[in-house]
């Protein structure tokens, strides 16, 4: 079973890119973010006509939207109402049994102070309401995989800079705390970090606004993929797709992807 999480930004707009993907990396579940695409106008034929015949799909116009696209029985398709959720949240269970949450975090805007920016305090807010929500729900031996844009870089070699980026939002130490609390509260495992170790710099977004990405290599580790303990040892492979930063009109994140065994 191979998973992929991938923040597409704007889905009609990179169908091919997606579809490419699908084909080239071998994925059984796809989970999207930013699909910025209301239900009625969601892509959903071309998936099925690609041999992904099962989608579950949470959107709006031009903004947000999340999506799990796969070409195994999704069932139990559920949207959780987190706080002020404007399509940030879908999840579906597998058939083994296990459940999938595909979630779009708050990005926060650009002032880290929850007094005078609205958005980062929706943002601590919504991380919040997700570690109460799973401590509520579910436990440590429950058979569960969190994935998506997290827009959080939570260790010091997830970002370009620690000391430059400790102001600014994605890294600030308020935003790492609340993403701490959350992996603590039913023991998640971080699995980029299970493969490579917190030493090594690891990153899944790069801005738009440095056109020699991969030179000035100025990115973050914003896309995550967790599992619960009673998955981590079907655990088998981790990959992130940097080259799809690469071409013509890509998205600003790349595909993450795990595989696990049988």
Not at 122 to 146: G, R
């Amino acid at each position: 079973m191979r998973i992929a999480t991938y923040n597409i930004n704007s889905v009609r707009l990179r169908i091919e890119r997606v579809l490419d993907l699908l084909k080239n990396s071998n994925i059984d579940v796809l989970c999207l973010q930013e699909t910025k695409a209301e239900n009625s106008k969601f892509p959903e034929s071309r998936f099925i006509d690609n041999g992904y015949e099962y989608c579950a799909f949470n959107g709006e116009k031009s903004y947000n939207g999340v999506a799990i696209i796969s070409r195994v029985p999704l069932t139990n398709i559920n949207i959780q109402e987190f706080v002020n959720t404007h399509a940030r949240h879908i999840s579906t269970d597998l058939p083994d049994g296990t459940s999938i949450h595909n979630f779009y975090i708050p990005a926060g805007g650009d002032e880290p102070d929850r007094d005078i920016n609205p958005k980062f305090a929706h943002k601590l807010d919504y991380v919040d309401s997700m570690t109460e929500y799973f401590k509520s729900n579910h436990d440590e031996n429950s058979k569960l995989i969190i994935v998506g844009d997290f827009n959080i870089a939570p260790y010091e070699h997830d970002v370009w800079s620690h000391k430059q980026l400790l102001k600014v939002v994605s890294h600030t130490p308020i935003e790492v705390e609340k993403l701490n609390s959350l992996k603590e509260s039913i023991n998640w495992i971080d699995v980029a970090r299970e493969y490579i170790p917190e030493s090594e710099k690891l990153y899944s977004w790069w801005s738009y606004r440095n056109k020699d990405w991969r030179k000035s290599n100025r990115g973050r580790r914003l896309d995550h993929i967790w599992v619960t303990n009673p998955l981590k040892p079907k655990l088998s492979k981790f990959e992130i797709l940097s080259d799809l930063r690469n071409g013509e009109k890509p998205s600003d994140h790349v595909p993450v992807i795990i595989e696990l065994q049988e």
